[in-house]
């Protein structure tokens, strides 16, 4: 399943491209547009095809079939050297025995710039990556981060058309991983680049990319805006994969055009929105944890006896502004919920082996079909 991409999104067209070694197929007939100045992640556990989808637009790996056009050009038979493309490796591949300056400049002098130019150029650099007062040092007497923005800079310094990050924050630990996403979009959007960047970080892919491919087994799985593939996903993998969920398996009962009622093992659904069903289908009704309240005594709503459930506090988790339950239900089956922490000292908490009930809204859950 495909997004819609923006009207301009034909700058980097991917067209139908499967990658095949000796019988395994690792990218399966993959078509995307990606719109010029996007940042798109491509997203998806290891082995999904997301880095060899990277490799062939680095001109690392030649698709089996398909093609790959790129601001108009067709990339067939292009060598990687050739291509208007940088590429920045989660190792960052710098130079050791080089300093900073210099292994801005690397690329421009292997193409031959002018002195002056190249000066320009990569004082330009070390001012957008703000490391002018570190161009004499060698890597490593940098930190992690700062190794990271060296390589963007000197992935940048020779103006591509196209960036591609490979797991780009990989080598950084969870603190500074979640410092440097958005300033290094800050960096990419000012220089203006177009950017393709793989990763298996969900967080890191809703946090930088404007879209997002979700890919499984070598296919798309779903294409869109981080908020649209969390909000709505379109399938029980998007939706699992995409964040914490509950997935409750259940039969269609009662279909309406502006609602619908559907049976589960341990409650009932009222949704407010029509589906594409019909009466007595099964479908998976996928609820985010951070829609549900959680409370001791039974609540009182406009869709009694839909939307609550009740059941028994089998673990929790204080996180500060937010504590996490995980309620034990009659079927067995375990139902997360994260609320927030509203008071500083709630009166009467909830704590192990309680009773408790939890509700949701009909605007809370999605259903979904495959």
């Known amino acids: 399943m495909s997004g819609d991409a923006p009207a301009q999104a034909d700058f980097l067209r991917i067209e139908d491209v499967v990658k095949d070694f000796g019988g395994t197929v690792a990218v399966n007939h993959v078509s995307l547009s990606i719109a010029k100045g996007e940042i798109f992640a491509l997203l998806g556990s290891s082995g999904c095809g997301k880095s060899t989808l990277l490799r062939m637009l680095a001109g690392f790996e030649t698709p089996t079939s398909g093609r ?39 690329g421009l002098r292997r193409d031959g710039m002018a002195k002056d130019k190249i000066a320009e150029r990569v004082e330009k650099m070390l001012k957008l990556v703000q490391l002018g007062k570190f161009a004499k040092r060698k890597p490593h007497q940098l930190s992690g981060g700062q190794q990271q923005r060296v390589a963007l800079a000197r992935s ?25 996403q958005i300033e290094l979009v ?29 890919m499984t087994e070598g296919r798309i799985a779903q294409v869109g ?44 659904h009222l949704v407010g929105h029509g589906i594409t069903g019909t009466e007595g289908m099964s479908v998976t009704v996928a609820l985010r944890p951070e829609k549900i309240r959680v409370t001791r005594d039974e609540p009182s709503s406009p869709q009694d006896p839909h939307n609550k459930v009740r059941g028994t506090v089998k673990e929790m988790a204080y996180f500060g502004s937010y504590t996490v339950y995980r309620l034990a239900l009659p079927s067995g089956a375990v139902l997360k919920a994260s609320q927030m922490n509203s008071e500083r000292h709630a009166e009467d908490p909830l704590t192990w082996g309680d009773e408790a009930w939890a509700s949701w809204t009909p605007s809370a859950q999605v259903v979904l079909t495959q």
Not at 166 to 174: N, S
Not at 234 to 256: E, K, W
């Open 68 to 106: 790959i056009v790129l601001n108009g050009q067709d990339l067939a038979g292009l060598p990687p050297y050739e291509r208007p493309i940088n590429m920045m490796f989660q190792s960052y591949a710098l130079f050791p025995h080089l300093t900073v300056w210099d292994n801005i400049a690397f």
């Open 225 to 268: 805006a981080p908020g649209d593939i969390y909000e709505t996903p379109a399938s029980r993998f998007v939706a699992d994969f995409i964040g914490n969920v509950n997935l409750m398996p259940g039969t269609l009962t009662d279909d309406q055009p502006d609602r619908v009622i559907i049976d589960c093992a341990d409650c009932s």
């Open 156 to 180: 940048l310094a020779k103006r591509p058309q196209l960036l591609l990050l490979d797991e780009p924050l990989g080598a950084l630990d969870k603190k500074l991983r979640e410092e440097t």
């Open 186 to 214: 800050n960096i990419i959007e000012e220089v203006g680049v177009t950017c393709v960047m793989v990763t298996h970080d969900q967080e890191e892919a809703m946090t930088m990319a404007s879209r997002i491919a979700v």
